[in-house]
């Protein structure tokens, strides 16, 4: 992202070594964190690229045994002369040929992505979040909408997602379930939150009347169901789907026994019950 600024990041799920960044320049790039300048490839809207690899890190190049080495111009008289022979100068030609070849491999996977000038969005990126199932997936957000990417080869997955242009634009975090093709986003916008398949983009309710201002992030609890969000009026919500029984998600999980460990139960007593 030369010369604009890194709006949104976010870990790869597949891989330690991946990081993915959002730029204001509508790029998003995925990087291999133990190199410098080591972009992987970057992601395109109008899938114009072919990418023949997975996504996997770079190549493995051990410049090791060059920073131990110490490259010697010959300055006196003895090494002109020991370069005419064969001596020392060959071996000082040798070692800069290693450390040019080296520079070269890393050259060779890094700057065709670092001039790469492919955009995801035509706009500045908000918000990435991969899913919580196998990291497979990407979600992106900007003004001009919420795109979904296939990180196994970095092509824009067309699906259009039905909700306000501007959803998702205005927090730092959106939710999602691992269910499969079941899965569901959580889509913050102005101070409802909406709940959309992720496979078809189909709108399937929206959460509304708990925040008076705007909602700023998004959390989903695997183990109870559960979804969190924060707003700007200061206050974090709680939102259980329709019928759940939080004591049974404890029980299926293992984790307790009885609804009384959630410390959910009313303790206080009535004057008339003393």
């Known amino acids: 992202h030369i010369g604009k600024e890194v709006a949104a990041l976010e870990w790869s799920k597949t891989s330690e070594w991946l990081l993915i960044s959002g730029g204001a320049d509508g790029q998003i790039r995925v990087w291999d964190i133990r190199k410098a300048n080591s972009c992987v490839f970057v992601l395109d809207q109008f899938n114009m690229k072919k990418y023949s690899e997975h996504l996997a890190p770079l190549p493995d190049v051990?410049?090791?045994h060059l920073k131990r080495k110490k490259l010697k111009t010959p300055r006196t008289d003895e090494d002109r002369l020991l370069e005419v022979n064969g001596g020392r100068g060959n071996r000082f030609d040798r070692n800069l040929q290693d450390w040019i070849s080296s520079k070269r491999l890393v050259k060779k996977f890094s700057d065709p992505k670092r001039n790469d000038v492919a955009t995801a969005h035509d706009c500045p990126v908000k918000v990435l979040h991969c899913d919580g199932s196998a990291g497979l997936c990407l979600y992106s957000t900007g003004k001009d909408g919420i795109k979904k990417w296939d990180l196994t080869s970095g092509k824009n997955m067309?699906?259009?997602f039905e909700l306000p242009q501007t959803a998702g634009t205005r927090c730092n975090r959106v939710a999602a379930t691992s269910d499969g093709q079941n899965q569901t986003l959580f889509i913050p916008h102005v101070n409802n939150v909406f709940r959309v398949h992720a496979v078809s983009g189909k709108r399937l309710?929206?959460?509304?009347?708990g925040h008076y201002e705007a909602v700023t992030?998004?959390?989903?609890?695997?183990?109870?169901?559960e979804l969190y969000t924060s707003s700007l009026d200061g206050n974090v919500l709680v939102w259980e789907p329709p019928g759940?029984?939080?004591?049974e998600a404890f029980d299926?999980?293992?984790i307790a026994e009885a609804g009384a460990a959630f410390g959910n139960e009313d303790e206080w007593t009535t004057d008339e019950e003393q």
């Open 217 to 225: 992030s998004a959390l989903y609890n695997e183990v109870l169901g």
């Open 244 to 247: 759940a029984d939080p004591a």
């Open 62 to 64: 051990d410049l090791s």
């Open 205 to 209: 309710s929206k959460l509304t009347g």
């Open 158 to 160: 067309l699906v259009h």
């Open 252 to 254: 299926q999980g293992g």
